[in-house]
């Protein structure tokens, strides 16, 4: 097959970057995190994303994605715990995971709302990852070849901050080559519009996570002012939306 360019978007462990860097590998600092889906009565109003703890120490984010799944009211509700395990290897990739692993993180997590631990045990499955980046590089483009995506610039999966990269990616190679008469052109302008942006992501979500901070605590104190002026307003809103900074 010919073409006038290819664009490799294979993804954090891309076959095509390996062909440019054969002696990289993952980088890990001691994060590990575990996504699985349980079977629960809907929590809260049933269509809040919930997000509790910080990476410091452990963290939950919990969301539905299907109603009623057996005709009394069921969700299937998503979650992803995140936690510091320092000392321990990473986990393996998009494998089978113990609850026991994980589990001792979040047993004191008992809210009104919520038995975290309870709602854990009722898992239908529990996969492992972790949580793992790869250092910038200097050079995305050789020739015709590019790459685009996770592919160039994996990054720690907070704020979906990876597929919203991908597709600024996607959107600026497009008005490039579109624009040029010239493929090699168009991709090293858009290694040079697109390269030293995602460097500072990846590193700022490596030193700057979303949870602590200035931002979760101004989030917090928000939503405490607006049931102060707002009574009717659940207490709870504000706890579950405080992020433990």
Same mark, same amino acid.
């Given at each position: 097959?010919?073409?006038?360019?290819?664009? *490799?978007?294979?993804?954090?462990?891309?076959?095509? =970057? =390996?062909?440019?860097?054969?002696?990289?590998?993952?980088?890990?600092?001691?994060?590990?995190?575990?996504?699985?889906?349980?079977?629960?009565?809907?929590?809260?109003?049933?269509?809040?994303?919930?997000? +509790?703890?910080?990476?410091?120490?452990?963290?939950?984010? +919990?969301?539905?994605? *299907?109603?009623?799944?057996?005709?009394? &009211?069921?969700? #299937?509700?998503?979650?992803?715990?995140?936690?510091?395990?320092?000392?321990?290897p990473k986990n393996d990739w998009n494998k089978p995971a113990k609850?026991?692993?994980?589990?001792? +993180?979040?047993?004191?997590?008992?809210?009104? /709302?919520?038995?975290?631990?309870?709602?854990?045990?009722?898992?239908?499955?529990?996969?492992?990852?972790?949580?793992?980046?790869?250092?910038?590089?200097?050079? /995305?483009?050789? &020739?015709?070849?590019?790459?685009?995506?996770?592919?160039?610039?994996?990054?720690?999966?907070? &704020?979906?901050?990876?597929?919203?990269?991908?597709?600024?990616? *996607?959107?600026?190679?497009?008005? #490039?080559?579109?624009?040029?008469?010239?493929?090699?052109?168009?991709?090293?302008?858009?290694?040079?519009?697109?390269?030293?942006?995602?460097?500072?992501?990846?590193?700022?979500?490596?030193?700057?996570?979303?949870?602590?901070?200035? *931002?979760?605590?101004?989030?917090?104190?928000?939503?405490?002012?607006?049931?102060?002026?707002?009574?009717? #307003?659940?207490?709870?809103?504000?706890?579950? +939306?405080?992020?433990?900074?």
């Amino acid at each position: 097959m010919r073409v006038g360019v290819a664009l *490799a978007c294979d993804g954090i462990n891309s076959a095509v =970057r =390996r062909q440019f860097y054969p002696d990289e590998d993952l980088a890990f600092e001691g994060i590990n995190t575990w996504r699985g889906v349980a079977r629960s009565k809907p929590i809260l109003d049933g269509h809040t994303y919930i997000r +509790i703890g910080s990476i410091k120490t452990g963290k939950l984010v +919990i969301y539905p994605i *299907a109603d009623n799944v057996d005709g009394k &009211g069921t969700q #299937l509700v998503n979650f992803t715990g995140e936690a510091p395990l320092f000392g321990r290897p990473k986990n393996d990739w998009n494998k089978p995971a113990k609850l026991e692993d994980f589990l001792p +993180i979040y047993e004191s997590w008992r809210f009104d /709302w919520l038995d975290v631990p309870q709602f854990l045990r009722n898992s239908e499955i529990v996969l492992e990852y972790p949580m793992v980046d790869r250092d910038p590089v200097e050079r /995305w483009t050789f &020739g015709r070849v590019t790459l685009v995506g996770d592919a160039a610039h994996p990054m720690y999966q907070r &704020g979906s901050n990876g597929s919203a990269q991908a597709l600024i990616d *996607a959107r600026v190679l497009a008005d #490039l080559i579109k624009a040029s008469d010239d493929p090699l052109a168009a991709l090293a302008a858009y290694e040079q519009a697109r390269l030293a942006v995602t460097r500072k992501i990846v590193h700022t979500n490596r030193t700057t996570p979303p949870d602590p901070g200035r *931002a979760a605590h101004a989030l917090h104190q928000a939503v405490c002012k607006l049931h102060d002026t707002a009574p009717a #307003l659940p207490s709870r809103w504000a706890a579950y +939306i405080h992020s433990g900074a």
